[in-house]
């Protein structure tokens, strides 16, 4: 329930604020006094986009503020969900800058307009001209029977089948495709991985080889020097080992003189050490190469196939060429399995259908349950409303599966005897559309179970006994509900509970559009006008005191 509304710098309002009543208010005031432009600012509040255009004063912030009462409406975990301050007063927030940016809050708290869309459809329910539209499209239509029918639960299963049925068909027809390019390619795979694998490739193996080509190809450069280097340290006369041990025996000698010429001895003798275990390297080394010819033959042939599929694969090491051949293992793996990976997707793929059938007839049958009996309650609605021979059926056709389920239906309406009910949108006049859509939403107010209900000028087309009746009935609703209703017609602006004023006040340079709550006195003048005119007689104040049930 919408306990205050605040809004300033928007359109002609300047500064506007009020606080209706939790039962039915009324709206009036004069064509183009701000009462639309109020609806307007409601609207940003339930998150429809923001213009800059509006702003009363182009260089000041535009606020728009609604505080509701939400404390028995079931919202808890959808804030939970959102991650917001859940508290029984709710305020909505909406700020629209001179730069053009648009703010939205809950609670003080930041969110985006998809949030506020809807917590918007969980407070309130605004009747426009544009409802009227809506009115003739498919869509709306099947929303209303779904909410005569009562098919919330029938509808999360069928959503939640159909939801499975494109996820098993996706998965079906991907595999299908993907079975097609595979079929398509596994000859030529399984030629690349027989190749790949006739190398029986090792990690390490290109960088061994071509160490192992790089010494065979110089194997007689190499014995030759070792040979040279190995005289030059073992040779009898001058060899540098004897050499060595010549000085080293010196240094012997020497260290017994001082603790430094024993340092140097040791050094000495290591270095000895050293150059001992090089030749006897030299030597294990020398006894490793050969000159093999074939084996070399062998190394550069190997080396050949690997830089010839290296270069065929786009790699650039063996590590690559591995993990090719791993990726082609698995695509002829999968070739060699598909047809027993389709055959499980595809039943898979039935049952997910079949299940979809069935609680899309499930869904279709509980809302076919209810077409005479909500035919036959909006006809007996407008029979009180002065259409005693409207008539209304549903034409109802089963569709392929879409989200909204297996049904196609438009409601048929024909507001005369003898006339054969046409679609909505193709019969219905201005005053006619007012009350076929005023009687539906008597009928949804307590199936959709909206804490607030706005009517835009739902009486426009209508008059007398007829309006009357109308407001006798948004009495009704309001019991149950908040209603606030804008209306040009004395017999309903009478009714109300709270009654709010809406006119220009031309007294600045600009125009400012305000409002205010009416008095009794003020009522009484109000709806004499509303009557009457700008000066309304004696019986034009009589009429509005009977209506407003003055004495």
Known sequence: ??????????????????????????????????????????????????DTKALFDASKKCIIEGVFDIGNYGLEDYFDKEDLDFESSCIIRREIAPSGKSRAFVNDTPVK????????????????????????????????????AGTHSEKESYAQAFKNFRKSKKAFENLQAEAAALRKEADFNQFQLEELSALQLQVGEQSALESEQEILDNAEEIKSKIHENLDLLHGEQLGVINLLMQVNQGFQHLQKFSPQFEELYERFNSVCIEVNDIGASLEEEDGKIEVDFEKLEEIRER?????????????????????????????????????????????????????????????????????????????????????????????????????????????????????????????????????????????MADKIALPTLIFDEIDTGISGEVA????????????????????????????????????????????????????????????????????????????????????
């Open 468 to 551: 009357l009746q109308m407001v006798k009935m948004m009495q009704q609703i309001a019991r149950q509900h908040q209603v606030i209703c804008i209306s040009h017609l004395p017999q309903v602006a009478a009714k109300g509970d709270r009654h709010y004023f809406v006119f220009k006040d031309n007294s600045s340079e600009k125009t400012i559009s305000k409002i205010r709550p009416l008095e009794a006195e003020e009522r009484i003048q109000e709806i004499a006008k509303m009557i009457a005119g700008a000066n309304p007689s004696e019986s034009a104040f009589k009429s509005a005191k009977e209506l407003l049930s003055v004495s």
């Open 303 to 443: 080396l050949s196939k690997i830089y010839q599929l290296q270069k065929k694969h786009g790699a650039q090491s063996v590590e690559e060429l591995m993990d090719i051949e791993k990726e082609l293992a698995d695509k002829a793996f999968q070739v060699d399995h598909l047809d027993d990976e389709l055959e499980r997707l595809q039943k898979e793929l039935e049952a997910a259908e079949k299940d979809l059938q069935k609680k899309g007839q499930e869904l279709s049958q509980k809302r076919k349950s209810i077409f005479k009996a909500f035919g036959k309650q909006i006809t007996d609605l407008l029979a009180e409303l002065a259409m005693e021979n409207a008539s209304i059926e549903i034409d109802h056709q089963l569709t392929a599966p879409s989200p909204s389920g297996i049904d196609e239906i438009e409601i048929l309406f024909s507001a005369n005897k003898g006339i054969r009910p046409q679609a909505i949108r193709q019969v219905a006049s201005g005053g006619e559309f007012s009350r076929l859509m005023f009687a539906i939403k008597y009928i």
């Open 113 to 148: 307009l998809e949030i506020l869309k809807t917590l918007g459809k969980a407070l309130m329910d605004i009747h426009s001209q544009h409802d009227n539209l809506r009115l003739g499209a498919g869509d709306f239509q099947l929303g209303l029977v779904d909410a005569f």
């Open 1 to 50: 329930m919408l306990k205050n509304l605040s809004i300033s710098n928007y359109a002609l309002i300047e500064s506007l604020e009020m606080a209706p009543s939790q039962a039915l208010n009324m709206i009036t005031g004069e064509t183009g006094a701000g009462k639309s432009i109020m609806l307007g600012a409601v609207g940003l509040l339930l998150g429809n986009r923001a």
